[in-house]
């Protein structure tokens, strides 16, 4: 068992050798989870009775909510990470990396690396999503852009690893594997397949050319808490980051998978993010118009590779309730595709996946 000790400083990590016992109910993670908590500092003030679900996400991890003393909404959140599917370790890191840029994280309290376990800093059921509104998202996105922005400051090549051709191509992958194949039950013919692999190239080509930041890698509504005052927004789901393309995050921000906004006013915030990443020294393009275009392919990519991920949460872990978000990130595919002339391939094979009629649209 590893535990943050409360007296030392907030990157200071106590190891122990300590640790429970794994129990074999029927629900061995919380049995597990329920001990683990229960051998934690008692100035904690954990009361496990209270432990209930708080949320999951599209991996194997699980959230839970116990109420404490030590939390400052009377409540701290227990992480169960399964380590046969899961490694605690880099969400850990990213914390502290991004804790160090100034961006709201959330604390780690304690951490069993080898069990799965992590009890962390609660901030709230307040999504980004559930607040947002023609109303309140001025405010809330130009605290997303100014957190983005210190996050990316504060990069640096040795903190993750890099978003490779390997990593990107790995991704894209996903999508003639789970979307067309298995979604869609579409087989490519040899014709189909070239045009989809020298799109895959071509979109490679400008992702991989694009300047380096840290990249969170799922910087969006739901990974976004609304937080008081200046500590805003309180940022979740760090543990993929990696070393990559700087639209990348905005990309996720703005075209989000849960949400969508109007074009005129995405180019209107991704005009402020530049306008801002500028003055900051960031090493974002000079011409608005080079980093619109590097913003919509580095959107492409993100998107087909979501397509998948979405088609896999589906058919392979049960998890349909992503099939609702399918239609608005396929038109984000069909979108980009149609607007760009290199990209007209792809789009007349998209079209033919989905059983539509070619159509037309501006082209740069």
């Known amino acids: 068992m590893v535990l943050k000790s409360q007296d030392a400083p907030p990157d200071a990590i106590l190891n122990t050798t300590a640790a429970p016992t794994p129990p074999t109910p029927a629900d061995a993670r919380l049995v597990l989870l329920r001990e683990w908590l229960s051998h934690l500092p008692q100035g904690l003030g954990l009361v496990i009775g209270s432990l209930r679900p708080a949320s999951d996400d599209a991996s194997f991890r699980r959230y839970f909510r116990v109420d404490a003393a030590a939390g400052q909404g009377g409540s701290l959140i227990a992480m169960d990470a399964p380590p046969t599917q899961e490694d605690c370790a880099p969400f850990v890191h990213a914390a502290e990396v991004f ?16 069990h799965g376990l992590l009890l962390l800093e609660d901030f709230g059921s307040s999504t980004y999503l559930s607040q947002l509104s023609a109303s309140s998202a001025p405010s809330l996105y130009a605290d997303a852009i100014d957190a983005l922005i210190r996050l990316q400051m504060a990069s640096s090549a040795a903190s993750f690893a890099p978003y490779d051709r390997e990593r990107l191509m790995r991704e894209l992958q996903l999508f003639p594997e789970w979307y067309i194949a298995r979604h869609k039950a579409v087989t490519l013919d040899a014709a189909e397949q070239a045009v989809l692999d020298a799109a895959f190239e071509t979109i490679l080509g400008n992702v ?10 799922d910087f969006h509504s739901r990974n976004l808490m609304v937080l008081a005052g200046d ?9 993929d980051a990696v070393y990559g393309p700087i639209t990348y995050d905005l990309v996720s921000l703005l075209r989000d998978a849960y949400i969508r906004w109007e074009e005129e006013q995405v180019i209107d915030w991704t005009v402020r993010y530049w306008e801002r990443a500028r003055k900051a020294g960031l090493p974002v393009r000079a ?10 392919w580095m959107g492409l990519q993100r998107h087909l590779k979501v397509l998948g991920i979405f088609a896999r949460l589906s058919h392979r872990d049960g998890k349909d309730r992503y099939l609702a978000d399918l239609p608005l990130v396929l038109r984000y595919v069909q979108e980009v595709a149609a607007r760009y002339v290199t990209l007209a391939p792809l789009s007349r094979l998209i079209d033919r996946i989905e059983g539509r009629s070619q159509r037309i649209g501006h082209t740069f």
Request: glycine fraction near 6%; avoid cysteine.
């Open 99 to 114: 804790s160090r840029s100034g961006v709201s994280v959330p604390r780690v309290l304690a951490a069993d690396f080898p």
């Open 208 to 217: 991989l050319a694009q300047p380096q930041v840290d990249v969170h890698r």
């Open 231 to 239: 500590r805003n927004p309180g940022i979740l789901d760090f543990q």
């Open 287 to 296: 011409d608005f118009g080079d980093f619109y275009r590097d913003f919509e």
